[in-house]
T-cell receptor, first 116, second 111 residues
Framework: GAVVSQHPSRVICKSGTSVKIECRSL??????MFWYRQFPKQSLMLMAT?????????EQGVEKDKFLINHASLTLSTLTVTSAHPEDSSFYIC????????????FGPGTRLTVL | QKEVEQDPGPLSVPEGAIVSLNCTYS??????FMWYRQYSRKGPELLMY????GNKEDGRFTAQVDKSSKYISLFIRDSQPSDSATYLC???????????FGRGTQLTVWP
């Protein structure tokens, strides 16, 4: 399958700081990228859907001013957690869609965010 | 009620056992049913997907969907220690629709 990378793989930051997570599709172009959050022993919860060149669509309950998403190119989307707090500590996973098939959505390896 | 329910386990079986993993759902509009495997601290990878009701087999893996009961299953035959992972079911209304995930079942296959 196609490869999606995320950077950094883990980050520890102090409360109140902002953290940027990058998601890249390495060998395909992705018009749509998704950002998920996964708490321990919980399911992946979709946070937002981003299409290249347009504003992200956020799921209900996700603060768009806190979780800034930029999808500036067909291979890169970024998630910025602004003014992070301990409750934002989680595993953040992106996925990228390379085509219209159900098997054409590929997941990144995730970023472990710990806010002290 | 959550859209997708999945028993988180953990499930521990000896090598060679047949493993049965299940999910139930409430939304009858779901048409695509997926099983993902997720190793610790990694992103999910797609194992199999099925459209509508029926069975699908791929090597040691068999996926079953019963839309009338809103129940899906994944069977793993001749399980191996390398199958140890968390298995997540996911569903979607269409190929381009958002995915709804279960909590995942943690499976350990011991030698």
């Amino acid at each position: 399958g196609a490869v999606v990378s995320q950077h950094p793989s883990r980050v520890i930051c102090k409360s109140g700081t902002s953290v940027k997570i990058e998601c890249r599709s390495l060998d395909f172009q992705a018009t749509t990228m998704f950002w998920y959050r996964q708490f321990p022993k919980q399911s992946l919860m979709l946070m937002a859907t981003s299409n290249e060149g347009s504003k992200a669509t956020y799921e209900q309950g996700v603060e768009k001013d806190k979780f800034l998403i930029n999808h500036a190119s067909l291979t890169l989307s970024t998630l910025t957690v602004t003014s992070a707090h301990p409750e934002d500590s989680s595993f953040y996973i992106c996925s990228a869609r390379g085509g219209e098939g159900i098997d054409e959505q590929f997941f990144g390896p995730g970023t472990r965010l710990t806010v002290l | 009620q959550k859209e997708v329910e999945q028993d988180p386990g953990p499930l521990s079986v000896p090598e060679g056992a047949i493993v049965s993993l299940n999910c139930t759902y409430s939304n009858s509009a779901f048409q695509y049913f997926m099983w993902y495997r997720q190793y610790s601290r990694k992103g999910p990878e797609l194992l199999m997907y099925t459209y509508s009701s029926g069975n699908k087999e791929d090597g040691r893996f068999t996926a079953q969907v019963d839309k009338s009961s809103k129940y899906i299953s994944l069977f793993i035959r001749d399980s191996q220690p390398s199958d140890s992972a968390t298995y997540l079911c996911a569903m979607s209304r269409s190929t381009l629709g958002r995915l709804y995930f279960g909590r995942g079942t943690q499976l350990t296959v011991w030698p």
